[in-house]
Every structure is written in C-alpha cells, then in structure tokens.
C-alpha cells in the first residue's frame, strides 16, 4: 500500500524547493487525521467519513499547480473517470470538489499491499495467480465498457486487500476512447506511463492507445504473477505452460490488432483454463523451480553483458531488445595480438532452455578457437571459423548457429566481417555521405561441415562508425534513417536503431541486438 501512491503518471514539471506540507482540519466536508504521503503533483491525507465514520483517502492537487491549465484538467478527469466507475475491482469514489485551497478527491481507504509487493514476497499457486488475473480483467472490462483506457496498468496500481480482494487504483493519466489530450503533451510526445508494461504503441505515442493497450499491459502483469516474479521488461513465453503461453502471446502481440480486441474474450480464455484444466486444485504443469528460474537468469547475463567493453581506440554502444521467445543469443568481445579487436554474436536456430545451453557450449567453442587465431599469425579468420563449423557440424548436440565475426584492425585501417545466416553492419563514413552495408551470404555456421565461408572487408578510419544488427535487414532501407542518427552518441545511436528494426512491422519473437561502434583514434 505504501508505494502505489508514488508512482508518476502525470507529466513531470520541476519540484520547488521541499516545504513540510500543511495539516488542514477539515478538507470539504472530512475530517483530516494526518498526511499519508505526498506525491509529485498532490498530497494524499489520511481522513475520516462524516457519515459511515470509515477511513478514507482525500487527494489534494498542490497549490502550486492551480494555475497551471493540465495538471487542473488531469486532475479533474480523474476525479470523473473514478466517478464513472462502480465495480468492487475498481477503487470507490466518495466524493470531489472544491476546497479552501483547491480541489479535492475523496476516495476509499485500501488495506492492503501493492502487487507488486505481493509477488515479491509471495509464492502463488497458478489457479491463485489465474484467479487474480481475472479480477484484474474483469475491472479493464468494467473500464473498457465506459470508454475508459487506463494507460498505467501495473503491479503499483493493483492493491490486493487482507482479504485477498483486488483493487485497481489510479487514473492520473487515464483517457476516455477517442478523445484528444492536451496540446502541449501532443507537442512533446512525452512518455506517460510505464515503460515496462507500456504496449509497443504507447511508447511510440501515448496519445495512439485503445482498449488493446490495457490489453498488452495485463498480459505483463500475468506474465509475472504466473511466473511468480517481476519480469523487468523481460518475457520468456517458453517457461509458462503451453496453454497460458498462447494466451499471453496473444495479449503481447506487437501489432494491436494481433492482441484480444475485447477483454471479454481474454476473460473467456483464462476461465476455460480454470475450469477444464486446473480442475480445481490441480496445476497445468510442474511449476519450474527457483533454482532452475536462477540458473536461466545467471546463463542469460553470461552470454549478454549488459555494457560494451571499455576499448580507448573505440566507443561502443549496446542495445538488446529481450523478445518474447527464450533464445540463445550470445554476444562477446575480445582484445586480440597485434591490437586487433574482435566481436561474436550468434545464437542457435532452436529456442528455449536448450538453446542456452547450446549457446553456453558454443561459447567455451568460441573462446578456445579465438585464442587460439590471436596467437597463431598463419590462420585466417575464415579459416578459424571453417574449423569452428565442422566442429559444431560433427557435435553430438547437432545445432547450427547464426554466426557474425567482427574483426577491427585499426593500424590498418581495416574492418573484416563474416555473417552466416543473418546479421548485418553499416558502415557509415566520417567524410563521406554515402552509407554502405556489409552482408555474406553464408549458411547457418555448423549446418554443412564442409561449407566455404565468404568474407568481406572495408576500410575504417578514425571518426567511422559502424552500425551492427544481429537479425536480417538485408531489405531494410535503413541507410534512410541511420542518417538521421548519425551524431547521436553510440549508446543513444544503437537504441534508436534497434527501436526502427524492431518496429511492429516485425515479429518481435527473438532476442536482437544493435552495436554500434564508432572509431576514437
């Protein structure tokens, strides 16, 4: 309960300096017992019903902010979209209006604890789990059935009572179907919301949201209380059980009109499940363990560091989209003899649990295989992964890989690169206008032992820099809008990039990454 309160879901305009905030007797017709907390845009007092005697919460918006026509108007559609609602899922309105020293909201008083404390304290059942996913539905329909997009569904807005009822809470940025915002958020195409659990159209615009971006924000939430912890952006479909992980995938489609267009038909699904295969007590399937759940997180966060290496000759930017599907992707860096510096991102062609442990095997290949190309000057680089795919083709394992090799020589001047099956770089000059892209057309590395490998190479001067995608964007008329990136800071230069190759107009289904890489001296 205590943090739910805290949360920003109005635009962010700078805080004065901090003042200890005023105790008033009586707010409207309330008696007022003490401050429970104080938020960005408003305080939150402790109070009491003249007419029940019941507890209750009486929202204030902050002197500061009378004047100032948006937060005014956010502050009153809240009061009116609460005032629409009356479903015991959805906080209870008791009263609205003015006030001395402003305007207020009186809403009821919750005990109890956010969700998200409660999933990171608690171990729930899946018919527990299924059951609160369904209280947590049948409020977006009550919302969804008055023309209410909440637009800030997460675990802080979720209460669960001591008596394990839930409570959906805070409309600060909520918006009725269809109608405009205000100006000055149209300008700024400032984020509201909350990153994590924000649909892919939301992000792009919030003002571009309908009844499917709640829609996608549940299907987070119940991709978490499933699991049973916090996802932090990252969703693996692969470890729920088959049923559930349609479910959700379905919910989590990037295009909106892939998703549930009616949260009714979400509500069915989830009830056949309770009904016919949990029957009762029983699970769909052996939940995974939370040893196995560590050890899957502790294999991801080897194979992709979260930063690039600290190289003084280059400036690296990294940027990794998690995707939906469990998948190997594994990324490295090495500094070479002869002050070369290489890259490796590859990942297998299968997807889950296995595809880690292929990816963890691949990369002992990997190691031992560059260490031994930087000390021994007669192989080539092609040569190196010639051999690296016949083993892999002759391993019991019998997986292929989508291999890109990156080899930087910056004392000649050069770039070597060799992608098998999917990766691309851009090359984009310092001096020169003209961007190109590098690609080969290899095979899967490991799928044909006695498969020929292609290379190509470019010059690579000081102040070059050069753009990475592990997918394939061989038809992708990126060169477009690289450009437009252009003198951004590599780290800020690799997350838009990502953001455009990974856009709704593809499946977001795979773990892909940007590096981008821009030469120093």
């Not at 003209?434 to 190479?457: F, Q, V, W």
């Amino acid at each position: 309960m205590s943090d739910f309160h805290k949360q920003l879901t109005i635009p962010d305009i700078p805080e004065e300096h901090s003042r200890p905030p005023p105790m008033p007797h009586k707010i409207g017709p309330y008696k007022i017992e003490s401050l429970f907390s104080k938020g960005g845009m408003s305080l939150l007092y402790f109070g009491v019903h003249p007419g029940s005697n019941l507890p209750i919460i009486v929202k204030v918006l902050l002197p500061k902010y009378l004047k100032h026509k948006e937060m005014v108007g956010r502050f009153l559609k809240e009061a009116q979209i609460i005032a629409m609602t009356d479903h015991p899922n959805i906080v209870k309105l008791y009263g609205q209006g003015q006030w001395e020293k402003g305007l207020y909201i009186a809403m009821e008083f919750i005990r109890g604890i956010s969700l998200r404390q409660f999933i990171q304290q608690k171990s729930l059942s899946q018919k527990r789990a299924l059951e609160i996913i369904l209280q947590v539905a049948y409020a977006l329909c009550h919302l969804h059935t008055h023309g209410v997009i909440h637009r800030d569904l997460k675990p802080e807005n979720i209460l669960i009572t001591e008596t394990g009822e839930i409570k959906v809470i805070d409309f600060g940025i909520a918006q009725l179907q269809g109608e405009a915002d205000s100006e000055r958020i149209t300008k700024t195409r400032r984020v509201m919301g909350t990153p994590v659990y924000m649909s892919p159209e939301q992000k792009e615009n919030p003002l571009h949201v309908t009844y499917a971006s709640d829609i996608y924000s549940l299907g987070i939430i119940a991709y978490e209380l499933l699991l049973g912890r916090l996802s932090h952006g990252v969703i693996h479909l692969a470890l729920l059980p088959k049923a559930l992980s349609k479910i959700i995938d379905k919910t989590l489609k990037t295009d909106p009109q892939d998703r549930y267009q009616d949260i009714v038909d979400f509500i069915t699904d989830i009830s056949q499940i309770i009904k016919t295969q949990l029957g009762g007590s029983e699970e769909v399937q052996e939940e995974i363990s939370e040893e196995v759940l560590g050890l899957i997180e502790q294999t991801r966060s080897i194979l992709l560091p979260k930063t690039g290496p600290h190289w003084p000759q280059v400036d690296i930017g990294l940027a990794i989209s998690p995707g939906q599907v469990l998948s190997g992707l594994y990324i490295d860096f090495f500094s070479l003899s002869q002050n070369r510096l290489a890259i490796v991102v590859a990942e297998p062609n299968r997807s889950g649990v296995a595809a880690l442990l292929h990816a963890s095997v691949l990369r002992g290949m990997v190691r031992m295989a560059i260490d031994f190309f930087s000390k021994n000057g007669k192989q080539t680089a092609t040569q190196m992964l010639q051999s690296l795919g016949r083993t892999l083709s002759e391993d019991p394992m019998r997986e292929a890989f989508s291999f890109n090799f990156i080899l930087l020589s910056p004392e000649q001047d050069q770039l070597l690169f060799i992608s098998c099956k999917s990766g691309n770089i851009w090359h984009v000059p310092e001096e020169e206008q003209k961007i190109r892209m590098l690609a080969t057309p290899n095979g899967a590395l490991g799928s044909d032992a006695n498969a020929a490998l292609l290379e190509t190479g470019d010059n690579w001067r000081v102040g070059d820099t050069l753009i990475f995608y592990s997918g394939d964007a061989s038809k992708d008329p990126a060169t477009e809008w690289i450009g437009e990136h252009q003198l951004l800071a590599p780290q800020a230069q690799a997350e838009r990039v990502l953001y455009h190759l990974t856009d709704k107009r593809r499946a977001p289904g795979r773990t892909s990454t940007v590096i981008s890489i821009r030469r120093m001296f």
